[in-house]
Nanobody
Framework: QVQLVESGGGLVQPGGSLRLACAAH????????MRWYRQAPGKEREFVAA????????DYADSAKGRFTISRDKSENTVYLQMNSLKPEDTAVYYC????????????WGQGTQVTVSS
């Protein structure tokens, strides 16, 4: 079955780092654009970072630029989000998303992993 499984979330202090992982099952990430979104309590889900299925080009939300890095390991069929210099405003549930760019016939989501940044 098709499945995205996020992991790596947890509780960190401001300024700390976390590395989130999104393991894909049932399909190859080589054929999909992979994205990270996050949703904080009371707020809409927002885009965080993306990496293309072609050349691996990346894109980041303004809030993530300079602090977050998205990458992929095709051999492990896994996408990562390295998060540095974390701020309390980064607290949210982080979701992995896969789209078959550019056709956009499929839209897969993971269950989310909680990231809490607090002293």
């Amino acid at each position: 079955q098709v499945q995205l499984v996020e992991s790596g979330g947890g509780l960190v202090q401001p300024g700390g780092s976390l590395r989130l992982a999104c393991a894909a099952h049932g399909f190859s990430i080589s054929s999909y654009a992979m994205r990270w979104y996050r949703q904080a309590p009371g707020k809409e889900r927002e885009f965080v970072a993306a990496i293309t299925n072609a050349a691996g080009s990346t894109d980041y939300a303004d809030s993530a630029k300079g602090r977050f890095t998205i990458s992929r390991d095709k051999s492990e069929n896994t996408v990562y989000l390295q998060m540095n210099s974390l701020k309390p405003e980064d607290t949210a549930v982080y979701y992995c998303n896969a789209r078959d760019w550019p056709l956009y016939e499929y839209d897969y989501w993971g269950q989310g992993t909680q990231v809490t940044v607090s002293s």
